[in-house]
C-alpha cells in the first residue's frame, strides 16, 4: 500500500511501488473500460492506494507509452475528484502533454482552466513549454504565437523574458529558426532578452555566420558568454567543418577562464569524424580522462559514430567493449549506430545478435532501430523475427506501433500469415490506435471467407477512425469479443477460413472493400 505523503514508497519499496504502476497502466491501457465507472470499479478492486507519487508515475509511463490517451484523462480525471487529493505540477504537465499529442486542444485549454481555478502555482514556464512544443508540432508559427499571448490569462506571475524564453525554445526545437528569429526580433522590444535568450538561440543555428551573428549581439548588449554559449558555438563550427575555428574558440575560452566540459569534447570529437580524423578523436578521450572529464555516453557515442562513418566496425565495437568495462552504459543511440550499418550492408545476423543483447541488458530501442530491424526481416521475409520485436513493443511500450505495422503488415499480408496479421491488428485496435492509410488500403484488399469475422468487424471500426470518429473502448470490447467467440484455431486465417500451408484464405471470397460498410 501506498501511503499520502509517498514516504515508504521510497528506497527498499521502490520495486513494489513499480508493480503498483504497471498494475494501474494494465488496468487503464489493456483492459476494456467501457466508462469512469467501471474504470473506477476495476481501480478499487485492485486494492492499491492512489498516492501522488504513484498517480505521477503512471501518468510518466503514460506520457512515453501507447496507452490511448482518453482513457488516461478518465484516469486523471477520477484520481482528482478523490477527497483530499490534489494533482502535481508534473501530473499536469504529463496529462497537457498527452492531450496536446492526441490534438486534443480544446481539451487542453480546460485542463489548463482547471489547473488555473484550484492551484494557479502550478502553471510554471515548463507548463508553458509544454503546451506550446504540442501546438508548434502541428500548427502554424501564427497559431503557435497566438496561444503564447492567450496564455497571458492563465499565467500567474509576470510574463516577463522567461515566458519569452519558452516561446524561443519551443520554435528552435521544432526546427523552426527563421520562425524563431523572426518572432526574437518582433518581440525583443517588449521582452528584453538575457544571457539564456541567446543561449537558446546559439543552440539551433546550423550556420557559422548566424551562429556568430547572434554571438556578437549578445556581448554587444553587454551579456557575457558562459559555458553554455560557447558550447552551443563550438558545436556550429564543429558540425560545419570548420576545426580551425573550434580550436580558436577554445583558446579564448581559456583565456576567459571558462574550462571545456563534456559538451564541448564531445562536439570536438564529432567534428573530427566529419574531416576524416577517427583515430584523433579517440586520443580526444584520452586527453578528457588527463584533466579529470572523463567521457560519458555521448561521448563515446561520438566517437564511434566515426568509426560507422569510416565503416571500421571492429573499431566501433572495440569502443563499445571499452564503454562497458569503464562502466559507461551503451544507450539506444549507441546501438542505433550499429543497426544503421548493418541495415545498409543487409547484415541481419548481426543485427539481430545486437537487438538480442539490448533486451538481455534492458536497453530498449528507439523507433529508428526499430524501422531498420523490420525493414530487414521484411527484406529477407523473417515473419517470427517481426512478430518476436513486435511482441516486445506491445510488452515493453516501445517503438512506434504505427510506422512499425506499415512493414510488418506488409510482410504478413505477402507471407498469408493473415492469422498473426489479424492477432496484431487487434492489438493495435485494443491500444486506441489505428493504422496508416497505407496498412489500411492493404488489410481492405486481404480476402476473407464470411462477413461477420472478427477482422471485418475491427477494420470497420478502424474505418470509421479514418473518417473521424473515435475508437471508443466499447468499440475495441465488441471487436476483441467477437474475436474471442468466433476466432479461427489452428491454421484458421481471417474470418475463420483453413488457410492450409499458409495460402491465402478464401482465395474466391468478397473483397473486404466491397462489403457494406
Known amino acids: ?156 506571475g509576470e510574463f516577463d523574458t522567461d515566458c519569452f524564453n519558452a516561446l524561443i525554445r519551443t520554435l528552435c526545437q521544432e526546427k523552426r529558426m ?32 548566424e551562429a556568430e551573428s547572434f554571438f556578437k ?59 576524416g580524423q577517427p583515430d584523433k578523436a579517440c586520443d580526444i578521450l584520452k586527453e578528457m580522462r588527463e584533466h579529470g572529464c572523463g567521457p560519458d555516453t555521448a561521448a563515446y557515442n561520438a566517437a ?43 547484415n541481419l545476423s548481426s543485427a539481430w545478435i545486437l537487438y538480442q543483447r539490448m533486451m538481455r541488458t534492458g536497453c530498449l530501442p528507439h523507433t529508428q532501430s526499430c524501422m531498420f530491424l523490420v525493414k530487414m526481416f521484411r527484406r529477407q521475409e523473417k515473419a517470427e523475427m517481426g512478430l518476436t520485436l513486435w511482441n516486445d513493443m506491445i510488452e515493453k511500450g516501445f517503438g ?13 499480408c505477402d507471407l498469408g500469415r493473415l492469422l498473426d496479421l489479424e492477432k496484431c491488428f487487434l492489438q493495435m485496435l485494443d491500444m486506441g490506435l489505428k493504422p496508416s492509410n497505407v496498412s489500411f488500403k492493404r488489410m481492405k484488399g486481404v480476402r476473407t471467407g464470411r462477413k461477420d469475422d472478427s477482422y471485418l468487424i475491427a477494420l470497420k471500426v478502424s474505418e470509421r477512425k479514418h473518417h473521424g470518429g473515435e475508437i471508443t473502448a466499447r468499440d475495441t470490447m465488441v471487436a476483441v469479443e467477437h474475436h474471442q467467440n468466433h476466432g479461427g484455431s489452428g491454421n484458421r486465417g481471417l474470418g475463420g477460413v483453413d488457410a492450409p500451408n499458409g495460402s491465402m484464405p478464401g482465395r474466391n471470397g468478397p473483397m473486404l472493400g466491397d462489403l457494406d460498410h
Open 400 to 412: 512506434s506501433c504505427i510506422l512499425v505495422s506499415d512493414i510488418l503488415f506488409d510482410m504478413l
Open 304 to 346: 564511434i559514430r566515426n568509426f560507422c562513418i569510416a565503416r571500421r566496425l571492429g573499431d566501433a565495437y572495440t569502443l563499445l567493449d571499452e564503454m562497458v568495462e569503464k562502466g559507461v552504459s551503451p544507450n539506444a543511440t549507441t546501438y542505433n549506430l550499429f543497426f544503421r550499418c548493418f541495415y545498409w550492408s543487409n
Open 217 to 275: 549581439e549578445m556581448t554587444q548588449l553587454g551579456c557575457r558568454p558562459d559555458i553554455v554559449s560557447y558550447n552551443c558555438l563550438v558545436d556550429v563550427l564543429c558540425k560545419n567543418k570548420e576545426m580551425e575555428k573550434a580550436y580558436k574558440t577554445l583558446a579564448e575560452m581559456r583565456e576567459m577562464e571558462i574550462y571545456p566540459d563534456l559538451l564541448t569534447y564531445t562536439s570536438i570529437i564529432g567534428g573530427l569524424g566529419l574531416v
Open 178 to 209: 527563421d520562425d524563431a528569429r523572426n518572432v526574437y526580433h518582433n518581440l525583443k522590444h517588449e521582452f528584453r532578452p538575457n544571457l539564456h535568450t541567446f543561449n537558446i538561440l546559439l543552440s539551433g543555428w546550423k550556420t557559422v555566420e
Open 1 to 156: 500500500m501506498g501511503h499520502p505523503d509517498g514516504s515508504s514508497e521510497k528506497g527498499t519499496h521502490l520495486i513494489h511501488r513499480k508493480s503498483e504502476a504497471d498494475a494501474i497502466y494494465e488496468i487503464i491501457c489493456k483492459r476494456k473500460v467501457s466508462d469512469q465507472n467501471e474504470l473506477g470499479r476495476l481501480l478499487k478492486e485492485s486494492g492499491i492506494f492512489l498516492s501522488n507519487q504513484l498517480v505521477d508515475e503512471v501518468l510518466r509511463k503514460a506520457r512515453f507509452g501507447h496507452c490511448n490517451g482518453l482513457q488516461v484523462l478518465e484516469f486523471f480525471s477520477l484520481a482528482g475528484r478523490r477527497r483530499g487529493f490534489f494533482h502535481s505540477a508534473d501530473s499536469y504537465d504529463n496529462m497537457l502533454y498527452i492531450l496536446g499529442r492526441m490534438r486534443q486542444f480544446d481539451k487542453l485549454w480546460g485542463l489548463l482552466k482547471e489547473m488555473r481555478c484550484k492551484d494557479c502555482s502550478l502553471i510554471t514556464t515548463r507548463t508553458m513549454q509544454v503546451v506550446l512544443a504540442r501546438i508548434a508540432k502541428v500548427c502554424s508559427v501564427r497559431t503557435t504565437v497566438e496561444s503564447f499571448n492567450k496564455f497571458r490569462k492563465y499565467y500567474p
